[in-house]
């Protein structure tokens, strides 16, 4: 199996297709794309030439967000998505980012506890799914 990461300062069609595909035809999220899809860092995880996951980062107030973090169901439960967090620290840590926090679906903050990332703040929900902010620092 042949993984690739590749990191575009665009919003890809792989990534549209991914995310539409998870938080807006799975989970019925309207409002997937937004104007921080044009000045992100986007990441797309390959797997033997096939898309099979992304997420997108950017800098805010001294710290990164890493945010829309998806998986296609083909390929879950085979560690893309810490493969692809962990790509994204890197990404991040190499700009001299040392702060990263992401507004993570409460459903999968065990997922993100197991990164690295630990709570902070109430649960707040974004369009009717209830989230929650995670923290971590980088060395």
């Known amino acids: 199996m042949a993984i690739e990461f590749r990191e575009y300062n665009n ?11 998870v938080f807006v ?10 104007t921080v899809d044009g000045t992100a860092t986007h990441i797309v995880t390959f797997c033997d030439g096939k898309a099979a996951a992304t997420c997108r980062f950017f800098g805010q107030e001294g710290y990164y967000l890493i945010g829309r973090i998806a998986v296609l169901q083909a390929f879950r439960s085979q560690g ?18 040392k702060e990263i926090r992401i507004h993570a679906q409460a459903r999968v903050e065990g997922f993100y506890r197991k990164l690295g990332y630990v709570s902070i703040g109430d649960y707040d929900f ?13 060395n």
């Open 126 to 138: 974004d369009e009717n799914c209830r989230h929650i902010w995670m923290v971590k620092y980088l």
């Open 25 to 34: 035809k799975e989970q019925g999220f309207a409002e997937e794309f937004d």
């Open 80 to 97: 893309f998505g810490g493969s692809i967090i962990r790509h994204a620290e890197e990404c991040i840590s190499a700009v001299g980012g």
């Open 11 to 21: 919003l890809p069609k792989e990534a549209i297709e991914i995310r539409d595909t």
